[in-house]
């Protein structure tokens, strides 16, 4: 069986582009791969936070990610900074990746605009990325395509790392899963749904009630003219209501789309298909809620299996480096 890893940063709030873009395909995954997915709690530490906020935020995203379907059964689901060895692989990696590629990264280049503290951890942010995937021996990393440059660099440096050092890790593919929903702002379809967006009217948060639902999506951003086509480029607002609905559902925008000859019935079972999909997530969050422990249990038992499999790869790497062994 493939073994499959994946990890979320620790932020707060998650939205239905979250939900739809990745957390769906997770859920999915769990019984066609041996999956480690783990809550990235070092990466939120990059960029400053308050004390004490890093760690509800990851214990507010485990109950979502349980309450969406992970299932620890099925899944290694566990928190990146409960298994030490991710802070050991990751030096070993940053010894292992130049400057040149770090300074390439698209998303340090984003990420330090406008901002006055740039952290070191923020620069060597993709070795703690390939750490993450290679303790594993990871075939496949499913991301958004986003993460591609990240993930190409975990390959190429593990590939360095195997030609000097001998052969110690598995090269990792990414996969980009073709049908998730690229989510579009409901107020702004040209920018994608973020937690950061300038309203809230735009983004459809997983805490949402049926009522802010289907108010927003009635809202929604379409265009001056009446014609229900799947065209991002020249209808983004109607070809954004068309992807979630047809993400929701299971079945292909662009067909539904013939379905069609009016905006407000769009909007309206666009908002019906994403409240029934989110109905089940939000009683299991309530749930939860109530069991604070089981979420913790949860969380041990990953730790607990992600560290076996762990702990031998850091002991392959700093034997085939020839680090003096204790
Ligand atoms: P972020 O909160 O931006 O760190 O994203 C967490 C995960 O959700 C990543 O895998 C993103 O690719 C995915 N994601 C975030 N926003 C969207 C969106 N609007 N549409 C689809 N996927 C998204
Ligand atoms: N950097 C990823 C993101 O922002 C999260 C992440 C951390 C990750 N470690 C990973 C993704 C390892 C895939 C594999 O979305």
Known sequence: MARVFSAIQATGGLHLGNYLGAIKAWVDGQDEADCFYAIADLHALTIPKERGEVGAHTLELAKVLLACGLDVNRCTFFVQSHVREHSELAWLMQCVTSMGELNRMTQFKDKTQNRKFISAGLFTYPALQSADILLYDTDKVPVGEDQRQHIELARDTAERFNSRYGETFVLPVASIPRAAARVMDLQDPTSKMSKSAASEAGTIFLSDDPKAILKKFKRAVTDSESEVRFDFAEKPGVSNLLSILGAATGSDPASIASGYSQYGPLKVDAAE????????IQARIAEL????????????????????VAGVVVERAKTNIGLLVD
Do not use: C, Q
């Open 273 to 280: 298909a994403v409240i029934e999909a989110l109905a089940p």
């Open 289 to 308: 809620d109530n069991d604070p422990s089981g979420v913790r249990a949860a969380l041990k038992t990953g730790a607990d299996k992600a560290r076996k």
